[in-house]
């Protein structure tokens, strides 16, 4: 989730501010909207909860900039796509951008969701979203849950439907703490720098937790560079993590990752390398940075030319990438190239060089997915979708190199 755009709220919401918002059980605020589009004829936008009675209501506050809302557009679209021959099923998209701006975006990537543009952001304030995206669930004017896209599924629809409880934990609510010495799976999510296992307030100024963990399945949190919980993480895991670099750059044969480790941390800003020094010390491990020359991939523009689109916007928007069955697709609306380069080498394992001359203050469109496969099926895919290619090339790189602590790599 992406929160406001003012620094205090990414810092996180306050508590009063989230039982301000609308709850399930509740009312729905009013529908106000400026503009309505893909929708059916009849339908503009004076709509409200009286020309909605009896139906069930996804309604989505999204927008071009927020990454994790474009990235929930598929979900969201084969939701509506399901349901498009109910007629008591309706999938509003709610927005505060400039209309064209919008526009612009639907060209490049159709939702089938009907879209409210909220332009005043008369609906942002009665509904007090304060994290984008946020997901209300409404049946019959009522709210019955209050969620994100993605755990909006057919079932929790279908039980909206029947007017009965959905099942989905509401998602503003304070966490409840676990039970004291429970070492159980987390099972509602976790939060950067706090120990989900620990009854305890989250206080103080600094905490460093490190313990042996459960391999399998791990769960990370981070908000920052001082700030950070792993759940079951590899050696490596940990070390990309608090050291800011990506899992192909961490190094030394001393340890598999089938090692698993619970870290918790948290620090005040200029406090890293105390916590680094903290964890690898409990950790039994020395971390050197050495600067090498390794097999990578160069980044150029192809001879027959670039596809990218323009940006939607003259302002860069959020980026985010989501993995599938499909293979992992990177998603802004309005970005520079050089967004591509950590995501391709996440993808590719190994470190990705520009060498496209393309300008960084250029705003693309990106919408592009690397699917699963041979190398050169997914170069061959990149290639299509954008006009750049990627060529061996040996770069000179930091990597960080993980010893025993007091032994060799």
């Not at 934990?169 to 706090?194: E, F, L, N, W």
Request: glycine residues 12%; contains cysteine.
């Amino acid at each position: 989730m992406i929160l406001t755009r003012s620094a205090a709220a990414f810092l996180g919401l306050s508590a009063a501010f989230a039982h301000a918002q609308p709850g399930p059980g509740e009312e729905a605020p009013p529908i106000g909207l400026e503009a309505v589009s893909n929708v059916p004829e009849g339908v503009d936008a004076s709509l409200g909860w009286d020309d909605l009675a009896g139906k069930t209501v996804v309604l989505e506050y999204w927008g071009t900039w927020c990454a994790p809302c474009v990235v929930a557009i598929p979900h969201l679209n084969e939701l509506a796509e399901h349901f498009e021959d109910a007629d008591d099923v309706v999938f509003l998209s709610v927005t505060f951008e400039d209309t064209p701006i919008v526009e612009r975006f639907l060209d490049r990537r159709p939702m089938r969701s009907w879209v409210g543009h909220d332009t005043d952001e008369s609906m942002v304030e009665a509904y007090r979203i304060g994290g984008w995206p946020t997901t209300f669930i409404v049946h019959d004017g009522r709210i019955v849950a209050r969620t994100s896209p993605h755990l909006v599924t057919v079932d929790v629809i279908e039980a909206a439907r029947r007017g009965g409880p959905v099942g989905l934990a509401d998602q503003s609510a304070p966490p409840k703490p676990a039970p004291a010495g429970g070492r159980a799976r987390p099972t509602g999510g976790i939060t950067a720098g706090v120990d989900p296992y620990s009854t305890l307030e989250d206080g103080g100024l600094v905490s460093v937790i490190v313990r042996e963990g459960v391999s399998g399945g791990g769960m990370s949190a981070t908000a920052g560079p001082g700030r950070a919980t792993m759940i079951g993480s590899s050696v490596r895991g940990v070390v990309s993590t608090l050291w800011d670099v990506p899992s192909w750059a961490v190094t030394g044969e001393a340890f598999g990752d089938d090692e698993a480790y619970d870290v918790v941390v948290k620090a005040p800003e200029g406090g890293e390398a105390a916590v680094r020094a903290l964890v690898a010390g409990a950790m039994g491990i020395e971390v050197v940075l050495e600067r090498r020359a390794v097999g990578g991939l160069r980044l150029r523009v192809a001879e027959s030319g670039l596809t990218l689109k323009p940006g939607v916007s003259d302002e860069p928007s959020g980026s985010g990438t989501r993995g599938g069955p499909e293979g992992s697709t990177l998603t802004a609306a309005s970005g520079p190239h050089t967004l591509v380069l950590p995501w391709l080498s996440a993808v590719f394992g190994v470190p990705v060089e520009d060498a496209t001359g393309l300008d960084p203050e250029s705003l693309y469109y990106l919408e592009i997915t690397i699917p699963r496969g041979e190398p050169e099926d997914q170069r061959a895919a990149l290639l299509k979708q954008t006009g750049l290619v990627l060529e061996p090339a040996e770069i000179v790189t930091d990597l960080v190199v993980v010893r025993r602590a007091g032994g060799a790599p």
